[in-house]
């Protein structure tokens, strides 16, 4: 897996977002998942090849092609008309879209049916399934592969789904939170996903807990907790990815820090250094009110998690997070898909924007983010200049990504790029000024059919040197000492500091003079300053001194 995957965001309403372009531009699927025009699906899922164009999406009850036309055989075990009986059932259910190891025409498309008598269609299976989509069908379309349709996992459905690395590196764990007690862990290979669950105790909100595994693969975080059953609000529990056990749980928000009780810990990300743990304190079931809301950040690694909550926005009601192949954190209000610009940051660092991308009128997200996975390596880099970037000055750019990439490259912005096999520091220089977006594209080694691209990227902002100049304005000669004037001619200086080229203090202001007392010749170096940076012009004097005059 690898985050081209995941270029391709579809919502589960009539909206999507397309990751090949920058920024991320918003289209609008010709099919939409609503189910009326008030009801939305709100867990959706997609996936895009290597290159990252979109293949299929999916709500836990239909798939469409990359055309956006239903694909062939891919009704599933739901149905998407309001009129039969499951229809918002299957689609308040989580699904997601996985490729099967060691085949790159294969797809585990995984859906889920609520357990409940009174939603899922009859003569339709209940519960979690999953289907098999064959893209080398339909001309290149993709098909649902009829022998392998609708297998039953479990009887059990759930809002809450992710995918977990194995850790041999080719199969996967598909863990799912069915009911308040447990969360099941499924092994997922190359023939078949296993009916025989790991289950690891976990008390949470019937059906509606989230639960994401960490980048690194080694804890889990599930959402939801009802007051009555813990006083964790969410739990980071120990994750084996040998095993697909869950140990050492531990609180990350406890109940007393959620004031209003109808008030639940709802979506959950992890920043892209796994350092901190994004969480969305939202209200009962939408519309709600956003002034119970909140964007919440804690610190994985502290000794007392919960101490380290900070709220980074107040007035949304945040119903979906999901970290982008940008390295970004996006969140659904339900209308508005908000950026987490930088996660790796503490507190209001971060800089949360909820309205990054505003809709058309008339367009919705869904309730959620798509449910997807690929996987998530820290690849960041940070500018390090003593003054303000400026043209023909080298910028210096620090590589401080993690060490999972086989190679980068620096894409400057300005028609320059670079590729280089390790971490080192790289230098550019630009030879105008503006505004450069610069990526760093980290290459990994997936060994899923073709490598990926990791990318991060940052705006540079080069501004324009002042052009130095200056006269000298004249000359007074005394015995045994010669004194110059100088004027700073530079347009938009607001800072003048000479060296006299003698060893002497730097005087300063548009207008200075100096005494020198010996005779040589000297370099008189202009320091100009305007307001971001610095630019240096020098002239040659020649001093001769006259002696005293012989009594």
Same mark, same amino acid.
């Given at each position: 897996?690898?985050?081209?995957?995941?270029?391709?965001?579809?919502?589960?309403?009539?909206?999507?977002? %397309?990751?090949?372009?920058?920024?991320?531009?918003?289209?609008?699927?010709?099919?939409?998942?609503?189910?009326?025009?008030?009801?939305? $699906?709100?867990?959706?899922?997609?996936?895009?090849?290597?290159?990252?164009?979109?293949?299929?999406?999916?709500?836990?009850?239909?798939?469409?092609?990359?055309?956006?036309?239903?694909?062939?055989?891919?009704?599933?075990?739901?149905?998407?008309?309001?009129?039969?009986?499951?229809?918002?059932?299957?689609?308040?259910?989580?699904?997601?879209?996985?490729?099967?190891?060691?085949?790159?025409?294969?797809?585990?498309?995984?859906?889920?049916?609520?357990?409940?008598?009174?939603?899922?269609?009859?003569?339709?299976?209940?519960?979690?399934?999953?289907?098999?989509?064959?893209?080398?069908?339909?001309?290149?379309?993709? $098909?649902?592969?009829?022998?392998?349709?609708?297998?039953?996992?479990?009887?059990?459905?759930?809002?809450?789904?992710?995918?977990?690395?194995?850790?041999?590196?080719?199969?996967?764990?598909?863990?799912?939170?069915?009911?308040?007690? /447990?969360?099941?862990?499924?092994?997922?290979?190359?023939?078949?996903?296993?009916?025989?669950?790991?289950?690891?105790?976990?008390?949470?909100?019937?059906?509606?807990?989230?639960?994401?595994?960490?980048?690194?693969?080694?804890?889990? &975080?599930?959402?939801?907790?009802?007051?009555?059953? *813990?006083?964790?609000?969410?739990?980071?529990?120990?994750?084996?990815? *040998?095993?697909?056990?869950?140990?050492?749980?531990?609180?990350?928000?406890?109940?007393?820090?959620?004031?209003?009780?109808?008030?639940?810990?709802?979506?959950?990300?992890?920043?892209?250094?796994? *350092?901190?743990?994004?969480?969305?304190?939202?209200?009962?079931?939408?519309?709600?009110?956003?002034?119970?809301?909140?964007?919440?950040?804690?610190?994985?690694?502290?000794?007392?998690?919960?101490?380290?909550?900070?709220?980074?926005?107040?007035?949304?009601?945040?119903?979906?997070?999901?970290?982008?192949?940008?390295?970004?954190?996006?969140?659904?209000?339900?209308?508005?898909?908000?950026?987490?610009?930088?996660?790796?940051?503490?507190?209001?660092?971060?800089?949360? &924007?909820?309205?990054?991308?505003?809709?058309? $009128?008339? /367009?919705?997200?869904?309730?959620?983010?798509?449910?997807? /996975?690929?996987?998530?390596?820290?690849?960041?880099?940070?500018?390090?200049?003593?003054?303000? %970037?400026?043209?023909?000055?080298?910028?210096?750019?620090? %590589?401080?990504?993690?060490?999972?990439?086989?190679?980068?490259?620096?894409?400057?912005?300005?028609?320059? *790029?670079?590729? &280089?096999?390790?971490?080192?520091?790289?230098?550019?220089?630009?030879?105008?000024?503006?505004?450069?977006?610069?990526?760093?594209?980290?290459?990994?080694?997936?060994?899923?059919?073709?490598?990926?691209?990791?990318?991060?990227?940052?705006?540079?902002?080069? %501004?324009?040197?002042?052009?130095?100049?200056?006269?000298?304005?004249?000359?007074?000669?005394?015995?045994?000492?010669?004194?110059?004037?100088?004027?700073?001619?530079?347009?938009?200086?607001?800072?003048?500091?000479?060296?006299?080229?003698?060893?002497?203090?730097?005087?300063?202001?548009?207008?200075?003079?100096?005494?020198? #007392?010996?005779?040589?010749?000297?370099?008189?170096?202009?320091?100009?300053?305007?307001?971001?940076?610095?630019? #240096?012009?020098?002239?040659?004097?020649?001093?001769?001194?006259?002696?005293?005059?012989?009594?």
């Amino acid at each position: 897996m690898y985050a081209q995957r995941a270029d391709v965001w579809v919502f589960g309403w009539d909206r999507g977002l %397309n990751f090949n372009t920058e920024p991320p531009s918003l289209f609008y699927p010709d099919i939409q998942f609503r189910l009326t025009g008030t009801t939305p $699906a709100h867990y959706s899922s997609s996936i895009s090849d290597c290159d990252g164009q979109l293949l299929f999406y999916s709500s836990s009850c239909q798939i469409w092609n990359k055309n956006q036309q239903p694909m062939k055989n891919g009704i599933l075990v739901g149905n998407c008309n309001l009129g039969i009986p499951g229809a918002l059932g299957a689609t308040l259910n989580g699904n997601i879209c996985i490729p099967c190891p060691n085949d790159s025409n294969l797809y585990y498309v995984i859906s889920s049916v609520p357990y409940s008598d009174n939603f899922y269609y009859p003569g339709r299976y209940k519960g979690l399934h999953y289907s098999i989509v064959n893209m080398s069908l339909d001309s290149g379309l993709g $098909a649902v592969d009829s022998s392998r349709k609708n297998i039953q996992i479990d009887s059990f459905a759930t809002m809450g789904l992710c995918i977990a690395k194995h850790a041999n590196n080719k199969d996967y764990w598909l863990l799912s939170k069915p009911d308040n007690k /447990y969360i099941f862990a499924y092994l997922v290979t190359d023939s078949m996903i296993s009916t025989y669950p790991v289950m690891s105790v976990c008390p949470g909100n019937l059906g509606y807990s989230q639960i994401k595994v960490s980048h690194d693969n080694k804890q889990l &975080v599930c959402t939801d907790i009802l007051p009555s059953q *813990s006083m964790m609000a969410a739990i980071l529990f120990d994750f084996n990815s *040998s095993t697909g056990k869950l140990t050492n749980p531990r609180p990350l928000i406890t109940q007393s820090q959620i004031i209003n009780t109808s008030n639940y810990i709802q979506a959950v990300e992890f920043s892209p250094n796994d *350092s901190l743990i994004y969480l969305s304190l939202s209200v009962t079931h939408p519309p709600g009110n956003p002034a119970n809301s909140k964007l919440l950040q804690v610190e994985r690694f502290a000794s007392s998690i919960p101490s380290t909550m900070t709220i980074i926005n107040d007035k949304r009601n945040i119903r979906g997070l999901q970290i982008g192949p940008d390295n970004k954190i996006y969140s659904n209000d339900g209308t508005n898909i908000g950026v987490i610009h930088n996660p790796n940051k503490k507190g209001k660092a971060c800089n949360f &924007v909820y309205n990054e991308h505003v809709p058309t $009128a008339g /367009y919705r997200n869904g309730e959620t983010m798509p449910t997807l /996975y690929f996987p998530t390596y820290n690849l960041e880099f940070i500018v390090n200049k003593p003054l303000k %970037n400026c043209y023909n000055d080298s910028v210096k750019f620090i %590589n401080i990504s993690d060490t999972h990439f086989i190679s980068y490259t620096w894409v400057f912005g300005d028609g320059d *790029s670079l590729t &280089v096999p390790d971490k080192r520091s790289i230098w550019h220089t630009y030879k105008n000024e503006g505004m450069y977006y610069v990526y760093l594209l980290g290459k990994i080694n997936s060994g899923n059919f073709c490598n990926a691209n990791n990318r991060f990227g940052d705006t540079v902002i080069i %501004n324009l040197k002042p052009k130095p100049g200056f006269i000298t304005d004249s000359l007074s000669i005394r015995c045994l000492e010669q004194e110059i004037f100088v004027t700073d001619t530079t347009n938009g200086s607001i800072l003048s500091v000479w060296d006299w080229g003698d060893s002497s203090v730097f005087d300063t202001g548009k207008v200075a003079s100096h005494i020198y #007392t010996e005779s040589d010749t000297f370099k008189i170096t202009l320091y100009s300053f305007n307001q971001n940076c610095m630019d #240096t012009t020098t002239k040659t004097v020649i001093i001769s001194i006259n002696p005293n005059p012989k009594s």
